[in-house]
């Protein structure tokens, strides 16, 4: 029904910055929560930064400052800047749908190294 899809993952060096973007597939303007959420090898996945319809957000404590999340509601788009970015920000990045039914993009790559 509704597809999100990623882009904007990468290999960056610490302390560059990168700019992730999730469009929902659908021709409606959706009301629910978008964000991105982050998953490393044997670890639950974790909300990085959600955004309400109303432009509310909510950052993970190690993301404040340095992460700034954004969503054009009339594009169904949500976007993460990152900025200040660290090795332990090293994640697959997912992009978040929330409200009744849960929708999970497919994830991006996101490496922080030198």
């Known amino acids: 029904q509704v597809q999100l899809v990623e882009s904007g993952g990468g290999l960056v060096q610490p302390g560059g910055s990168l700019r992730l973007s999730c469009t929902a597939s659908?021709?409606?303007?959706?009301?629910?929560?978008m964000g991105w959420y982050r998953q490393t090898p044997g670890k639950q996945r974790e909300m990085v930064a959600v955004?309400?319809?109303?432009?509310?957000?909510t950052y993970r404590d190690s993301v404040k400052g340095r992460f700034n999340i954004s969503r054009d509601n009339a594009k169904n788009t949500v976007s993460l800047e990152m900025n200040h970015l660290r090795p332990e920000d090293t994640a697959v990045y997912y992009c978040?749908?929330?409200?009744?039914?849960?929708?999970w993009g497919q994830g991006t790559q996101v490496t922080v190294s030198s």
């Open positions: 978040y749908l929330g409200g009744p039914n849960v929708r």
């Open positions: 659908v021709s409606t303007i959706l009301s629910s929560a």
């Open positions: 955004m309400s319809f109303g432009g509310r957000p």
